[in-house]
């Protein structure tokens, strides 16, 4: 059973075979291999990855070419 990364809760229903969505907080989850991406689904139905607030520290800051 999976938890919601963002409200801990349990009740995550399946919307695909990668892809869950939490009935709390009213975000969705992706699933691909070990990597799970959170999206914010807005009112007009567009996602917003949430993905830099639960795993900012995974994502390497933009940083530009230092002089290669
Ligand atoms: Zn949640």
Redesign the pocket.
């Known amino acids: 059973m999976m938890r919601?990364?963002?409200?801990?809760?349990k009740?995550?229903g399946k919307i695909g075979s990668h892809q869950f969505y939490?009935?709390?907080?009213?975000?969705e989850l992706t699933v691909n291999g070990d990597k799970m991406s959170v999206y914010q689904v807005e009112e007009d139905g567009t996602l917003s990855s949430l993905d830099d607030l639960f795993f900012g520290e995974q994502i390497p800051p933009q940083v530009h070419a230092n002089g290669m």
Request: charged share 5%.
């Open positions: 919601c990364p963002n409200c801990n809760s009740d995550i939490c009935w709390s907080c009213f975000i």
